[in-house]
């Protein structure tokens, strides 16, 4: 019987092990999922104060398509094979998608590195949260000011005070100047204190060193700079971008047997733009990605990569929510109106659970425009 594996258990992952469900129909095809875990994690909510309620059961979701999961961790993809490794097993595959996500980069010299805190994963989000647990007054450092950062600083600004540092001379560079009015404001609101064009140098039991040589109070180091993508993705291809994607083709094929998805797919968004790592993109790309490598071996034409409007939302915690559309990043709502967008949104990456038809139905939805407007003006409500 024909195989096809997913390596990866986040929303690429799991989207594309649903894809290659919908592909296959009734057809004789095998399909197996390898990701340690139990649980697919939503990483994006990860800054939220109990991060045990972002995560959703794989079998909920695996089973009732008749997808195998397998619990390891691969360390292997030899392609001239076409086998991969999984904790010492040998396992073979007919198509193979990579989707084994992205991690923080943590920095390699930075002394009392063992100290940082950081949201990247179900576990790193758990230790800060107990860490924290039913203090009223901590003093917490964020270093980053990107995304990332800005949620935890927002989050963690509820309960504490949060100092924010970045190398950069504003915050949310990457983002632009779209929405940094608003951001700006949301920072002051809240009272979290910018140190910009500068860095953490030294973390020690409860105080921060920075570049600057000014050593602040920090009972929590949280670190949120720099992410790249699964080193998997070497032994796929050699020419990787600048983020340590593979390069793929319009419908998201790396090599002849391979599709690559989410956090490791360097894919074309448009003519201009790169996909970004998030899960905005990382779903589409892993529906895409899996339904093509099923429809490659059961001569059912394959798809395009054609995702729905770029959008961001970003969580400001006591301050609301700013939305924003378009790579120009337009604020399209802020404050309590963009916090309803962001409660939305929030409920929309939760995949359907426990029911076949809908999980089929969601993965055939590609093309999805994420809502900007207030709710009386919706057209529709949005669907995962």
């Given at each position: 019987m024909a195989h096809v594996v997913i390596i990866g258990g986040g929303f690429a992952g799991v989207w594309g092990a649903a894809g290659a469900a919908l592909a296959r129909g009734e057809a004789d095809l095998r399909i197996t999922l390898i990701a340690p875990n139990e649980h697919l994690v939503l990483r994006p909510r990860?800054?939220?104060?109990?991060?045990?309620?972002?995560?959703?059961?794989?079998?909920?979701?695996?089973?009732?398509?008749?997808?195998?999961?397998?619990?390891?961790?691969?360390?292997?993809?030899?392609?001239?094979?076409?086998?991969v490794v999984a904790d010492g097993e040998e396992i073979s595959y007919d198509r193979l998608v990579l989707a084994a996500g992205s991690k923080l980069i943590q920095p390699q010299d930075l002394p009392g590195v063992e100290r940082l805190f950081d949201i990247d994963t179900l576990d790193g989000a758990r230790r800060l949260t107990d860490h924290l647990r039913?203090?009223?007054?901590?003093?917490?450092?964020?270093?980053?000011?990107?995304?990332?950062?800005?949620?935890?600083?927002?989050?963690?600004?509820?309960?504490?005070?949060?100092?924010?540092?970045?190398?950069?001379?504003?915050?949310?560079?990457?983002?632009?100047?779209?929405?940094?009015?608003?951001?700006?404001m949301a920072l002051d609101v809240l009272g979290v204190d910018r140190r910009l064009g500068t860095t953490v140098t030294q973390v020690g039991d409860g105080y921060a060193v920075l570049s600057d040589s000014t050593k602040v109070e920090a009972d929590a180091v949280v670190w949120s700079v720099g992410i790249t993508a699964s080193e998997l993705t070497r032994q796929i291809s050699d020419e990787l971008d600048d983020l340590g994607r593979v390069q793929v083709d319009q419908?998201?094929?790396?090599?002849?047997?391979?599709?690559?998805?989410?956090?490791?797919?360097?894919?074309?968004?448009?003519?201009?733009?790169?996909?970004?790592?998030?899960?905005?993109?990382?779903?589409p790309l892993g529906k895409v990605a899996g339904y093509n490598?099923?429809?490659?071996?059961?001569?059912?034409?394959?798809?395009?990569?054609?995702?729905?409007?770029?959008?961001?939302?970003?969580?400001?915690?006591?301050?609301?929510?700013?939305?924003?559309?378009?790579?120009?990043?337009?604020?399209?709502?802020?404050?309590?109106?963009?916090?309803?967008?962001?409660?939305?949104?929030?409920?929309?990456?939760?995949?359907?659970?426990?029911?076949?038809?809908?999980?089929?139905?969601?993965?055939?939805?590609?093309?999805?425009?994420?809502?900007?407007?207030?709710?009386?003006?919706?057209?529709a409500t949005p669907e995962a």
């Open positions: 990860l800054y939220e104060p109990e991060p045990d309620l972002a995560k959703v059961e794989l079998s909920r979701i695996l089973a009732p398509i008749g997808v195998e999961h397998l619990r390891a961790s691969v360390s292997t993809i030899d392609t001239d094979r076409r086998v039913d203090r009223e007054d901590y003093t917490a450092v964020v270093v980053g000011a990107g995304f990332v950062g800005l949620e935890a600083a927002a989050a963690l600004a509820a309960r504490g005070r949060v100092l924010l540092v970045d190398r950069s001379e504003v915050v949310g560079d990457q983002l632009g100047p779209g929405p940094r009015d608003e951001i700006e419908r998201l094929r790396a090599l002849p047997e391979v599709f690559v998805a989410g956090d490791t797919a360097a894919a074309a968004f448009d003519a201009e733009h790169t996909v970004m790592q998030a899960c905005q993109h990382a779903t490598a099923a429809a490659d071996l059961l001569d059912v034409p394959l798809r395009d990569f054609t995702p729905g409007p770029y959008v961001t939302c970003l969580d400001l915690g006591g301050a609301g929510a700013v939305f924003t559309r378009g790579w120009d990043r337009r604020v399209m709502a802020s404050g309590t109106a963009g916090a309803d967008v962001k409660k939305r949104i929030n409920h929309a990456i939760h995949p359907p659970v426990d029911d076949a038809a809908k999980i089929l139905a969601a993965a055939d939805r590609v093309y999805i425009e994420l809502p900007f407007f207030p709710r009386h003006e919706e057209k």
